[in-house]
């Protein structure tokens, strides 16, 4: 929970420091890819992210608690594969409003 804290912050920073100057915003998100053999040799995926960002770490820590129980059993009975992915998209100072 802790490294992947400082992660999330570590993200942040960067953020604040370097891409948000650019007008980009990076998330870290941690992405599930499971796969289940309907048929042999035939699979369906299904494939899950969460964005991982310091607001939900504050608001929600156990929730995180719930995230890092989850993956750890997917892991060890080997169902699921995760993935940590950063997500590089638009960030703008300016709001647009509609009418």
Do not use: C, H
């Not at 053999?37 to 992210?49: D, K, Y």
């Amino acid at each position: 929970m802790r490294d992947l804290s400082r992660t999330v912050r570590w993200v942040e920073s960067a953020n604040k420091s370097m891409f948000n100057y650019f007008g980009v915003k990076a998330v870290l998100y941690i992405v599930e890819n499971q796969y289940k053999e309907f048929e042999p040799g035939l699979f369906e995926q299904r494939r899950r992210s969460f964005p991982l960002e310091t607001i939900f770490f504050d608001s929600f820590p156990e929730m995180y608690e719930k995230l890092l129980m989850y993956v750890r059993q997917k892991l060890i009975f080997k169902k699921s594969e995760f993935r940590l992915v950063i997500n590089f998209k638009d960030f703008s100072k300016k709001k647009q409003f509609t009418t």
